[in-house]
């Protein structure tokens, strides 16, 4: 996303903004509201450098010492296409500190962008969320503060922080749920061309001043109750989720009657009402979010006495798909005693260097178990911790030589455009597993490959594009 255009407020708009601040009556005068940032992890960074980008000045401060350091050092601590760039570009108005006092100074709206990781149950673990509401007793947060709930929390959170900021004589201060929909490699764009900005708020004034600090980038805005955004954001993830286990499961039945779930997937997704997003066939869905939060969804809904049947079922094929592949591979190879599988890509999806929750992580499990060599090559991923037992290659072409089997396990496109006829010369067996339907089954099958996508016909020609 480095070509991004960033969105600079107009004359007009920041002074529409400076109003709206000051309608709010929570300042003294008109002013810019200054913006906070509690955790520089992956949403606080890139919502600080984005609202950099607008105009604002944001401070952004983190518990750890040394990514303080680095981000002061200009660099970034994860990898996001354009990031670095923003970062370094609006540099003048970023500021980073550990020092949540400091923070506190020099902002108005304070975006609380902290983890909310699954506990051992399913439900998300609030702990740091409620630190900072600790710390903001010990400092002194006030009037000018409306906290804005970034962090992905389960419905009724937004009213545990307002009484516990009550409980600690901070009634002043405000809060707002305004959730993220940031995916990955793409979140630059999905910041500063939202399809929506949700913000729910319990005072009106406050959810006004939030709001202003959007109105530049001219997206819809939804004003609701806290709860209400707060659910938006679960069940957002929650039907793309379901989505995806969806079409997983129309790919698998694709293939016992002879269907080509890419021609199916085009043909649903033309039909507006379903429309062709997250309908891509594959070996699951991982990443930080969809595995995380349709288990706190399901969880929250046990909690308050509902089964949600329909999650159980999304968790449930989502773990079954990521095992499919092993089943091909002994298809054609029988036993995969002292086999050499090269699996290709390892990130759970491409430009990104995250392997929370990747696909790549229960392949190479279920591969060693089995007694299988297992090596891999990521353009990104070096090393993981989880990855024990795999052979890591320097390049694409040293992992497939003398390979018994290949599995494209992330699409990306360096890997999707590899010269396979190259790559099946340096294979001891020929076999192919597409795990993410990127590749064209006739073309492979033409090369010599042994070839397999997810829910297609092996050779299947005329796919619609
Ligand atoms: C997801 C949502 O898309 C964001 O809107 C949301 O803000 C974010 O979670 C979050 O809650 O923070 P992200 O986890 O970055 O974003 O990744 P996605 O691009 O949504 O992909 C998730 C997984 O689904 C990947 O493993 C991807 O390979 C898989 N996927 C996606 C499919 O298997 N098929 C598809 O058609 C689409």
């Known amino acids: 996303m480095s070509d991004e255009t960033p969105i600079e407020p107009t ?6 903004a400076e109003e709206t601040a000051a309608a ?9 509201e200054r913006v906070g940032v509690i955790g520089a992890g992956y949403v606080g960074l890139v919502t600080g450098v984005c609202l950099a980008s607008m105009g604002y000045q944001v401070t952004l401060r983190d518990i ?8 002061n050092d200009g660099i970034v601590p994860i990898y996001e ?10 540099s003048d108005r970023l500021t980073y500190t550990l020092s949540l006092e400091r923070m506190l100074e020099r902002s108005d709206i304070v975006f609380i962008a902290v983890d909310t990781p699954p506990t051992y149950s399913g439900d998300a673990d609030l702990s740091r969320v409620m630190s900072v509401v600790d710390e903001l007793e010990k400092v002194g947060a006030d009037s000018r503060h409306v906290l804005v709930m970034k962090s992905t929390v389960p419905v009724g959170t937004g009213e545990r922080v307002r009484a516990e900021l009550d409980a600690r004589g901070l009634n002043d201060v405000g809060y707002c749920s305004n959730p ?32 202003s600090l959007y109105a530049p980038l001219g997206a819809p805005i939804i004003r609701t109750s806290v709860p209400s955004a707060e659910m938006v954001k679960y069940a957002s993830n929650a039907f793309l989720a379901t989505k995806i286990s969806f079409i997983n499961e129309i790919a698998n ?18 039909d507006s009402r379903i429309g062709k997003s997250f309908l891509r066939a594959g070996i699951g869905f991982g990443g930080s979010c969809f595995p995380k939060d349709v288990s706190a969804l399901k969880q929250l809904a046990g909690n308050s006495g509902y089964h949600f049947q329909l999650l159980t079922s999304v968790i449930e094929v ?16 029988g036993g995969l005693e002292g086999k050499r599988i090269a ?33 891999a090559y990521d353009p990104i991923v070096e090393v993981s911790e989880r990855l024990n037992g795999v052979g890591m290659s320097g390049s694409a072409e040293e992992a497939v030589t003398g390979a018994d089997a290949a599995v494209l396990v992330t699409e990306w496109s360096s890997l999707v455009g590899l010269d396979w006829g190259a790559v099946r010369g340096l294979m001891r067996e020929p076999v192919l597993i597409d795990g993410r339907n990127a590749l064209d089954p006739a073309e492979m099958t033409r090369l010599g490959f042994v070839f397999e996508g997810i829910g297609r016909i092996p050779a299947h020609v005329g796919v619609a594009s």
């Open 81 to 90: 296409p354009g990031l670095t760039e923003l970062m370094s570009e609006h």
């Open 318 to 333: 989502n773990e079954l798909q990521k095992r499919r592949v092993i089943g091909k591979l002994k298809k054609h190879l």
């Open 11 to 16: 004359d007009d708009e920041a002074v529409a």
């Open 180 to 211: 993220e929909f940031l995916k990955e490699g793409a979140a630059i764009a999905d910041f500063l061309h939202p399809d929506r900005v949700v913000i729910g708020s319990f005072e009106e004034g406050q959810g006004d001043r939030v709001a």
């Open 24 to 32: 709010s009556g929570n300042g003294s005068g008109p002013r810019r």
């Open 343 to 375: 699996l290709l890509g390892l990130a759970f999806k491409p430009e990104t260097d995250d392997m929370r929750e990747a696909s790549s992580l229960v392949l190479a499990a279920r591969l060693l178990a089995e007694g299988a060599e297992v090596v």
């Open 64 to 71: 750890d010492a040394s990514k303080v350091a680095a981000l």
């Open 253 to 270: 039945v694709c293939e016992e009657v002879g269907a080509d779930v890419e021609v199916v997937s085009h043909g649903m997704g033309l």
